[in-house]
């Protein structure tokens, strides 16, 4: 018998192997201060740029404070708006984080919910959900994303408010695109975890399906879950980016990190280097250290490496 | 052949390919965009006219400065107001070889009437082409055109039994998915031939030996290839594999003058730059404002005329590569008038007063619709008025997409607040009135898309297209611009500026209305 996954992960062997891994305690507090960040850019960042009022042409394109040119108002130099590249960074970060949580959450619960069912209940249901998988399977996410994401603008109500429904399109096409690895994952380790004695005996003594599945078995196949999750939000991150880079994400006037690589872009021959290395660079060290991190949860929590 | 003869032949081969080689000058340039097809009747703009005017010709056609010359036509002459005489060129040739005719022209426009056609604002004025002889036709207006010949110079005849063979006697239209052997292969009688076409890839032309004129330049083959990313086209230019491009990104105008194998080709371009705003229905589409519409109040659409900062947009993000216009045609273009073209002053104070005069002392919200790849700078542009508009209380919801969205979208009128950019590809103002300004009616104000309306502009704008004293003719235009500009019908910005770039090796004419025609070119 197993102990639960929830249960192994707050387990000291865990903490003790994130004592003893300086990359994971680096990446761990890269991740921190940048979603500290993200969270408080309200609070923090020098100027909103969101908020259309406060932007001034005649400030933008300034190189970074400690350049010739530079202003200490734009520690980390302006945009062609006149935008403040640290404040969007920070509000970037916040619009690419939500995004990259949200999409995974959707994901794993989705994915989680038909592994669940197709492993447990099995026969026709299964086959045709691990279908349904294969096929989506054989394209790439950012595919059936762009995808998704078209046809959602096209049927969702056009008054709605712009913001609100990219980021809602964001997420749910991120999400969608992304729930077979779950689904799979966990359907393994359902139909392995079903025929053990203990979820026999809770269904002898006449415990129902939907309870045993979440009851006894959830907590069994969470493990791998977890890990794939942490992973995924640096992915789903990197796909929020290369959607808002093909201008299909958030609205130019609230940009995330990957409109902003995108606008610099246009500038990299211009001379305007800090308009894409500085997000370009953030974007860079959140994907690395959520990474970084996932890759040491797996092997935190992985037996056979103990 | 026999082992004698054999090396000798090859060596004779050999020569006939080095000979070849010397001659051959391939010319490869890129564009932003794809032309959408290679009929020339399936899209009235630019791109699209640019490059099929290659293959294809007009009866009359623009010369290097932009005039009159003759084309298929060797000359015209306007018998009765309403009926024009062209004499047409004799021993031309259509690329297949068959040779172009009076039936060829009265083909050409039947099938730019087609509902099909984009071609037929063009044509909507004539009533009847009638064959006088295999080489004269007499064209029938509806009503006295007295500029005919300056409206067809991008209006390119087809072969009509190459048409009826192919099955292309109808045009491409993208808009309902009609494809037909037009949309993939051309048969002209341009200076270059359509040798290969892969949409969105590459299209090849080869120079056409049996064409019936002098090709100014030396080119032999054209290889031409979108590259939509701006970074790309600058580094495909920088590092040789392209020879020519347009548009340059203004940003990157300043160091591609630096680079000692590129030049930098910066001059006017006829397109005009604006606003539009919905001032017809009761109720805007995307406005939190219910059961009235602002932008029917002349004091609203002022409000926005006078938020915007034009220089602040030219020096910041045109880089000075723009020349703020408050008329809606270009300097060049017949009927611009220097003394009208004074805008009213950039004034935030003005426009928060006049739209509290007008009810919305808090301002409103508006959704604006804006393309982010067609004209330079586009999506920029948007940006910057929204937060203009900010500054005095309108809050601009931006959309911005890109053109194979946007203008399916805008051109149903789907939008409550748009920019577009327009050419008058006759160089006259009345094509500007005609389907930019005066109300949608029938053919007229097709891409007015906020219908803005006013029927002394309207009664105008009809005697305009009629009059052939220029004098009493332009004194109509300055009084039609003028009730334009007084009511902000529209909210003009700015005509951009074209910028090409190319190699040094590589020379060309260029154009105000941005067509590169290739025969001026040549490679060194």
């Keep these: 018998m197993s102990t639960s996954a929830l249960a192994r992960f707050l387990d000291g062997d865990v903490f003790h192997s994130f004592r003893g891994s300086p990359v994971a305690i680096g990446a761990a507090l890269v991740a921190g201060v940048m979603i500290l960040g993200a969270v408080l850019a309200p609070w923090i960042s020098p100027h909103d740029p969101f908020d259309l009022k406060s932007l001034d042409l005649n400030n933008s394109l300034l190189p970074p404070a400690w350049t010739e040119q530079g202003q200490r108002a734009f520690p980390l130099g302006s945009d062609d708006q006149g935008r403040d590249v640290l404040s969007t960074i920070l509000y970037g970060s916040r619009i690419s984080l939500l995004v990259g949580l949200a999409s995974v959450a959707f994901a794993m619960a989705l994915g989680v919910g038909l592994g669940l069912l197709s492993g447990y209940v099995g026969g026709r249901l299964d086959a045709f959900i691990m279908r349904v998988a294969d096929v989506q399977l054989s394209f790439p996410a950012i595919l059936i994303a762009l995808l998704i994401n078209g046809v959602a603008r096209a049927v969702l109500p056009s008054d709605a408010n712009i913001d609100a429904m990219a980021l809602a399109v964001l997420i749910g096409s991120i999400g969608l695109a992304n729930w077979v690895q779950y689904a799979r994952t966990v359907r393994g380790s359902t139909m392995v975890e079903k025929n053990k004695e203990y979820v026999q005996a809770a269904r002898v003594i006449g415990v129902g399906p939907a309870t045993i599945m979440v009851r006894h078995v959830l907590p069994n196949v969470l493990g791998p879950v977890l890990v794939i999750g942490t992973i995924n939000v640096a992915t789903a991150i990197i796909t929020e980016a290369t959607l808002s880079f093909l201008g299909v994400g958030v609205p130019p006037t609230s940009p995330s990190l990957g409109t902003m690589i995108n606008n610099g872009n246009n500038f990299l021959y211009s001379g305007e280097w800090w308009l894409v290395v500085f997000p370009g660079a953030a974007l860079i060290l959140l994907c690395m250290s959520v990474n970084l991190l996932g890759d040491w949860l797996r092997d935190a929590l992985n037996p056979r490496l103990q | ?524």
Aim: glycine share 8%; charged share 25%.
């Design chain 2, 1 to 524: 052949m026999t082992r004698r003869t054999a090396p000798i032949a090859a060596a004779a081969l050999a020569a006939l390919l080095l000979a070849a080689g010397a001659h051959a000058k391939t010319l490869r340039t890129a564009d932003q965009g794809d032309a959408v097809s290679m009929d020339p009747h399936s899209l009235n703009e630019t791109t699209q006219l640019g490059f099929t005017g290659n293959v294809y010709e007009p009866l009359v056609m623009r010369d290097a400065s932009l005039k009159l010359a003759p084309a298929l036509a060797t000359s015209w002459k306007q018998l009765s107001p309403t009926v024009w005489r062209f004499e047409l060129r004799r021993g031309v040739r259509f690329h297949d070889g068959t040779p172009f005719t009076a039936d060829d022209v009265v083909f050409t426009f039947q099938r730019a009437a087609d509902p099909g056609s984009d071609m037929r604002g063009v044509v909507g004025q004539v009533k009847e082409v009638r064959k006088v002889d295999e080489h004269a036709v007499e064209v029938v207006t509806t009503a006295p055109v007295p500029i005919l010949p300056d409206s067809l110079t991008s209006f390119y005849m087809m072969s009509k039994a190459w048409c009826e063979t192919n099955g292309a006697t109808r045009p491409v239209d993208k808009r309902k998915g009609v494809e037909n052997a037009a949309s993939v292969r051309a048969n002209g009688t341009g200076p270059f031939r359509l040798r290969s076409r892969e949409p969105g890839v590459r299209t090849v032309l080869v120079r056409n030996p049996q064409y019936w004129g002098k090709i100014e330049g030396n080119v032999t083959e054209v290889v031409w290839t979108p590259i939509g990313n701006d970074a790309t086209r600058v580094a495909a230019l920088k590092s040789g594999e392209i020879h020519l491009m347009q548009p340059v990104p203004v940003q990157d105008v300043d160091r591609l003058k630096q680079d000692p194998n590129v030049k930098v080709m910066q001059g006017p371009e006829l397109r005009t730059i604006f606003l539009g705003m919905d001032s017809k229905r009761d109720e805007l589409l995307y406005s939190n404002v219910k059961g009235k519409n602002p932008f029917k109040d002349r004091r609203v659409r002022q409000a926005v005329y006078q938020a915007i900062d034009i220089e602040a947009i030219r020096t910041r993000i045109m880089r000075g590569a723009a020349t703020p216009t408050n008329l809606m045609i270009a300097p060049g273009v017949n009927g611009f008038n220097a003394e009208l073209n004074r805008r009213p002053p950039h004034d935030p104070e003005a426009a928060r007063r006049l739209l509290a005069e007008a009810g919305y002392p808090g301002g409103f919200e508006v959704r604006m619709n804006c393309p982010n790849d067609r004209y330079v700078n586009d999506g920029e542009i948007c940006q910057a008025v929204a937060g203009m508009l900010a500054r005095v209380g309108v809050k601009v919801n931006l959309e911005a997409e890109t053109k194979n969205t946007y203008f399916p979208k805008i051109l149903s009128r789907n939008t409550s607040f748009y920019l577009l950019g327009w050419t008058p590809t006759t160089y006259d103002a009345h094509n500007t009135l005609f389907n930019i300004m005066a109300t949608p009616e029938g053919g007229r104000g097709v891409f007015n898309l906020g219908s803005w309306s006013n029927p002394r502009f309207d009664a105008l704008t009809a005697q305009i297209g009629v009059e052939t004293d220029p004098a009493k003719r332009k004194a109509m235009i300055d009084e039609a611009m003028k009730i334009h500009a007084d009511e902000f019908g529209h909210v003009p910005l700015h005509q951009q500026a074209l910028a090409w770039a190319a190699r040094k090796n590589v020379a060309t004419v260029q154009r105000a209305d941005n067509m590169i025609m290739y025969r001026y070119a040549t490679v060194d």
